[in-house]
């Protein structure tokens, strides 16, 4: 039988009950993706999947993504995005290890951005028995009914920039200048030309209303947002800074301590996230795949 508890005030929740290496019937996936979309994070502790049963089960939301980075894939499985600070043989990472630096949501910057993506655990960095590398998580549906009314209807008329190529150059100089202070032990890959001229800047909506919770959400974020349209840099910078500093308050977050073996997923529509990178060099290896959602307006 499946159990939902909610964690977080505004979203976060465990589902026990479900052994998602096994194919779900129709009615416990049904409970799952209704839980799953009400609490817009949710986790499933003790999983042991295959990348292959991971697939499966994410599958049955969508179509998977294959990300823009070809050498952080799992070899085998495109779909898998490998999470991971470790290296191979040759002393070359095996998946990437920069990604989430900034509140975001995976692939925003895309036309059809992610649905929802889901992490597995595969190995969690442990320090004196404590988990390190937590993900947080904000309600941007929470954070955006918490606003006064004239501020909604201002959001409501204004549009925003999504760019990957900004976003990269920026996660790129954060990653070096760690590199420097001595925070981080491992040379991470530079962007490549091709890399940042594969994917377009899109223009959306600041607002956005949920395909299937119809909850309007705010669609900006830290890590992918170049700027506001139709308002100089300056009060671009100025308005997001206001806005990112709303929609990170406590009470909308909800952050994770990872287990191996959680499978945890996340509405990318409804919620940004944002790892932290408190463990190296002890190793962490995560695989994630992705749904892609609607296009954007
Ligand atoms: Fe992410």
Known sequence: ??????????????????????PLDDNTFAQVAAAFFDNEVVYFRNQSLTPAQQIAFTRRFGVLEAHVR??????????IFV?????????KAIGAQDAGRFWHSDLSYKREPSMLSALYS??????DGIALGNTYFASTTAAFNALPDTMKQRL????????????????????????RRGIRTVQEHAPTPEQLASVPDTEMNVVRVHPVTQRKCLFINEGHTSHLTGMSRAESVAELAKLYAHMTQP?????????????????????????????????????????RGPAVI
């Open 70 to 79: 070809k050498e952080s894939r799992l070899g085998g499985h495109d779909e």
């Open 1 to 22: 039988m499946i159990t939902v508890t909610r964690i977080g005030k505004h979203l976060g929740a465990e589902i026990s009950g479900v052994d998602l290496s096994q």
């Open 156 to 179: 409501e008329h204004m549009r925003n920039v999504h760019s990957y190529r900004e976003y990269r150059l920026k996660n790129y100089a954060g990653q070096q200048e760690d590199e």
């Open 122 to 127: 595969v190995e969690i960095p442990v320090k």
């Open 83 to 91: 999470l991971s600070n470790k290296l191979d043989a040759n002393g």
């Open 251 to 291: 009470e909308f977050i909800y952050g994770h301590s990872w287990r191996p073996g959680d499978l945890l997923m996340w509405d990318n529509i409804a919620v940004q996230h944002k790892a932290t990178f408190d463990y190296d060099p002890l190793p962490r290896l995560m695989y994630r795949t992705t749904v």
